[in-house]
């Protein structure tokens, strides 16, 4: 069956160091999205992408950064972890511009 | 800028009884779309709704599309236990296909 997985599950780093998300999906969908889940916030557009070597950036993307170099990744890049950037980030993929979204289990992160 | 109000925040229900969460936009909608996620899981896509007026019924919960395309509303019958999580309204940003999500209203179920 065709899936969206991210790992890790979960994640603890230290402030300063790179981080990355990754995130693979078998849907062969073209649309690829990265969100943030924090409490009060409900959920962020960090980046997004309508296909291969395809980026853009979403509302909340200072100190993120994404690459689509295939359908199947789009891994999520923290350049400099922050403590504001502890979250939990979940992964998206849609078949079309008008498509619900399937998303995968999520990354807790936690920033130190 | 575009704003998507979800009301109310939380909501506390005996089970058997009946759950409403309203989703409204400052903008006409070319469609809104409804997820549910589960304590700890991640958002699971419902339903689209694209026209006015539209209502789409699944089981016991009963979407529905406002007539001028700025609001819609889900409505859950005789509440389950099963039925505890967040549920998000998702529309379209203003000009461009993004989806923006709605804060969530927060359903709690006692036996």
């Known amino acids: 069956d065709a899936e969206i997985t991210q790992s890790p599950r979960h994640k603890i780093t230290e402030t300063g160091r790179q981080v990355t998300l990754a995130c693979h999906q078998t849907w062969n969908h073209n649309n690829m999205f990265w969100y943030r889940q924090d409490l009060g916030h409900g959920l962020r557009l960090i980046h997004y992408?309508?296909?291969?070597?395809?980026?853009n950036k979403g509302e909340v993307s200072d100190g993120y950064s994404v690459s689509r170099s295939n359908t199947e990744d789009l891994p999520l890049t923290l350049e400099s972890a922050a403590s504001s950037q502890t979250s939990v980030y979940f992964c998206a993929s849609a078949p079309g511009r008008a498509s619900g979204y399937t998303f995968g289990s999520g990354t807790r992160l936690t920033v130190v | 800028g575009q704003q998507v109000m979800q009301i109310p925040q939380y909501q506390h229900v005996q089970e058997g009884e009946d759950f409403t969460t309203y989703c409204n936009s400052s903008?006409?909608?070319?469609?809104i779309q409804w997820y549910k996620q589960r304590p700890g899981g991640h958002p699971v896509f419902l339903i689209q709704l694209v026209k006015s007026g539209e209502v789409k019924k699944q089981k016991r919960l009963t979407f529905q599309f406002g007539e001028a395309k700025k609001n819609s509303s889900l409505h859950i019958t005789a509440t389950q236990t099963t039925d505890v999580g967040t549920y998000f309204c998702?529309?379209?940003?203003?000009?461009?296909?993004?989806?923006?999500f709605g804060t969530g209203t927060r359903l709690q179920v006692f036996p």
């Open positions: 903008t006409t909608l070319s469609n």
């Open positions: 992408s309508y296909g291969v070597h395809d980026t």
């Open positions: 998702a529309v379209p940003s203003y000009n461009t296909d993004k989806l923006i």
